[in-house]
């Protein structure tokens, strides 16, 4: 997910403001200041419990439901949007997207390593194009249970059926847009892994109300989140911390594993243990009921 520069433009590598977001028990965000699989990678074996299915529904049967339809939202909430975890546990759920292209394709491998040495598990939102740039990467990441892989787009677009945009990145313009940045790499990830995702999240969060029932009639859910971790990967370790370790039950946070030079690594690892010390533990977003 994209956030906007401070100067209103959007800076190299999903850089974005700076402030802690939260979403507000009405699904309101509040600020508080502070195309062919690569062929390197070959697909990885899906689980036995989750089979791949094929798309149940066409394009043009999208676009013929929903071409003339007329959003009334904008913005991090919709209906069916995901913002928090269904549980009565202490579990957060650890979101982290890659957003690929301008984005940023790196690799945050000092966060994953940490994350692998703790045994936290976490959700992995990944663009096409961050996949098309770490194949091999990939490829161990999705081969490995701690991490649950999730669709963030084909060009990381805000998702619009009528062009909005957000922090000044164009959003998809119709309803038949909309299916492309959905399922074109949901095509790719099921490929690559045998089994279609669960989750989608769109470059920068944002979708409208029309947009977010497309997501479900394709089969995945929409995920926004609770706590903005790392401000598009603009938040200095310090931040982070303050802002990771302000999660309680149920939160959803969001954070980028594609910008190794920012500050989201040393925040997540000075954040993780007293999360811990305090009873929390960490789950994938498909370990709550939904």
Known sequence: MCW?????????????PRSSTHISASGSPTSTPAAPAPSATAPVAPSPTAPATAPTVTRAEIVARYGHSVPHTW?????????????????????????????????????????????????????????????????RLAAEPLFEIA?????????????????????????????????????????????????????????????????GDLGERFVSFSVNGDAGATFSPEQVRASVS??????????????????TARGITAAVPSLLATGHDFVHLSDAPH
């Open 151 to 215: 669709n963030h787009g084909t060009r990381h677009r805000p998702l619009s059926v009528t062009g909005r945009s957000a922090y000044g990145i164009p959003g998809t313009r119709s309803a038949g847009e909309v299916y492309d940045e959905i399922a074109g790499n949901r095509g790719k990830l099921t490929h690559l892994l045998g089994a279609p995702p669960r989750f989608f999240r769109s470059g920068t969060a944002y979708c409208d109300d029309v947009a977010a029932r497309i997501v």
């Open 4 to 16: 906007p520069g401070l100067a209103g433009g959007v800076l190299a590598g999903c850089a974005g």
């Open 75 to 139: 913005g991090f909430d919709a209906p069916g949007v995901m913002h928090t975890l269904p549980t009565t546990r202490r579990a957060i759920a650890l979101t982290f997207d890659a957003c690929g292209g301008p984005g940023g394709s790196g690799y945050d491998r000092a966060l994953i390593d940490f994350l692998r040495r703790r045994e936290i598990p976490a959700t992995l939102f990944i663009n096409s194009r961050w996949i098309d740039a770490n194949p091999a990467v990939f490829r």
């Open 246 to 263: 302000s999660a309680h039950a149920g939160s959803i946070v969001i954070c980028h594993m594609n910008h190794p030079e920012g500050g």
